[in-house]
């Protein structure tokens, strides 16, 4: 079974922390996506990767970095945390030329 | 990127009736899914169809690739269907899902 997890469910910040959310994969997939939902506006991509020290932008990547220094590992870090960024953060991994894109059970981040 | 249209926003039916749920994509797709998000707001896949027909016990799905649409079908419904399903779909060439605001069904006893 694919896994994907993510370092936390929950998470409350203050506006203008640095915030670390981490997703890892023990399936071996090139490629990997954050995105972020929000009511109403189903989900939007930030950025996505497909190989290590690779990113892109998605949609809506302005306030939001990434890291890739291993395949596992695909790191979404924001500079400084803002209010509009309350959101429900959800990251996913797919195998190069296969189908079906895996979710992990998404970090719930709240902004204060 | 494509744009996702789903309908309806929001379905409300009895227990043991059939629903429908309908997805309309903008351009030509190599990649269609399905998802249900569980309580916990985990998307769940249900279906990778970009093109024909599947089914998974009470669940089928369609997706006509010319026509640019795909439909969920839920036969015999019950309480424990009750989610927000999503279509998901990427362009040609791409991995990127691009995302309908979903469908919530709620089954009522």
């Known amino acids: 079974d694919v896994k994907v997890t993510q370092s936390s469910r929950y998470l409350v910040k203050r506006t203008g922390e640095k915030v670390f959310l981490e997703c890892v994969q023990d399936m071996d997939h090139e490629n990997m996506f954050w995105y972020r939902q929000d009511p109403g506006l189903g989900l939007r991509l930030i950025y996505f990767s497909y190989d290590v020290k690779m990113k892109e932008k998605g949609d809506i990547p302005e306030g939001y970095s990434v890291s890739r220094e291993k395949k596992e590992r695909f790191s979404l870090i924001l500079e400084s945390a803002s209010t509009n960024q309350t959101s429900m953060y959800l990251c996913?991994?797919?195998?190069?030329?296969?189908?079906?894109?895996?979710f992990g059970p998404g970090t719930r981040l709240t902004v204060l | 990127g494509i744009q996702v249209e789903q309908s309806p926003p929001d379905l409300i039916l009895q227990e043991g009736a059939n629903s429908t749920l309908r997805c309309n994509f903008s351009?030509?797709?190599?990649?269609l899914q399905w998802f249900h998000q569980n309580p916990w707001g985990q998307l769940i896949n249900l279906f990778y169809?970009?093109?024909g027909t599947k089914q998974n016990g009470r669940l089928s799905a369609t997706t006509v690739a010319t026509e640019r649409y795909s439909l969920l079908y839920i036969s015999s419904s019950q309480t424990t269907d009750s989610s927000v399903y999503f279509c998901a779909v990427a362009q040609t060439g791409a991995n990127n899902l691009f995302f309908g605001t979903g469908t919530r069904l709620t089954v009522i006893p």
């Open positions: 169809i970009p093109s």
């Open positions: 996913a991994s797919i195998r190069q030329g296969t189908d079906t894109q895996y």
């Open positions: 351009d030509s797709v190599n990649n």
